[in-house]
T-cell receptor
Framework: NAGVTQTPKFRVLKTGQSMTLLCAQD?????MYWYRQDPGMGLRLIHY???????AKGEVPDGYNVSRLKKQNFLLGLESAAPSQTSVYFC????????????FGDGTRLSIL | AQTVTQSQPEMSVQEAETVTLSCTYD???????LFWYKQPPSRQMILVIR??????QNATENRFSVNFQKAAKSFSLKISDSQLGDAAMYFC???????????FGSGTQLTVLP
């Protein structure tokens, strides 16, 4: 089983460029999440989705957009990348029950120059 | 908003010994869940153990157990018979049943000494 797959694994961008991170899960999970992880900090929630066609803001949503057009995919977009968005990005998914743990992808390391 | 505090940025333990990692949280909710995740150098986030707040019994998974003190809002992780493979960053996390969001602590880097 692939679980949660993130594409790409590494990327270097210049300030002002745009890009999309793709997250795909094959576990038929309802909920999907995007986090960022910065040095010395835990993961912080950017956006999340509780079902196909729905998205919601998390703790640090500014500068990011998301879309959940298909249940298995959750896209994170950076319209105009800034150096402050240099981070490791994690996608996660879970069933729609609160006691079910989230399953994480392997992360995407993104550097903005 | 809920907050999760891990007051030990770094801990070390001798192989085969026991170590306890601390976590406290702040909430006014009654419906929540607590988790410990492990992040080795490979960067994967691996679930270690979980605890439902409505359960008084402490969760146990093999060598890993928790001490859940609901009134004190404390959720510590005990690792028994520590192994070299336990070396990792450990994150405590709080799941809000109402907000449907997971809030992480800042992590504790655990080193296992041979």
């Amino acid at each position: 089983n692939a679980g949660v797959t993130q594409t790409p694994k590494f990327r270097v961008l210049k300030t002002g460029q745009s890009m999309t991170l793709l997250c795909a899960q094959d576990m038929n999970h309802e909920y999907m999440y995007w986090y960022r992880q910065d040095p010395g900090m835990g993961l912080r929630l950017i956006h999340y989705s509780v079902g196909e066609g729905t998205t919601a803001k998390g703790e640090v949503p500014d500068g990011y957009n998301v879309s959940r057009l298909k249940k298995q995919n959750f896209l994170l977009g950076l319209e105009s990348a800034a150096p402050s968005q240099t981070s490791v990005y994690f996608c996660a998914s879970s069933y729609g029950y609160s006691y079910q743990p989230q399953h994480f992808g392997d992360g995407t390391r993104l550097s903005i120059l | 908003a809920q907050t999760v505090t891990q007051s030990q940025p770094e801990m070390s333990v001798q192989e085969a010994e026991t170590v306890t990692l601390s976590c406290t949280y702040d909430t006014s909710e009654s419906d929540y869940y607590l988790f410990w995740y492990k992040q080795p150098p490979s960067r994967q986030m691996i679930l270690v153990i979980r605890q439902e707040a409505y359960k008084q019994q402490n969760a146990t998974e093999n060598r890993f157990s928790v001490n859940f003190q609901k009134a004190a809002k404390s959720f510590s992780l005990k690792i028994s018979d520590s192994q070299l493979g336990d070396a990792a960053m450990y994150f405590c996390a709080y799941y809000s049943g109402s907000a449907r969001q997971l809030t992480f602590g800042s992590g504790t880097q655990l080193t296992v000494l041979p």
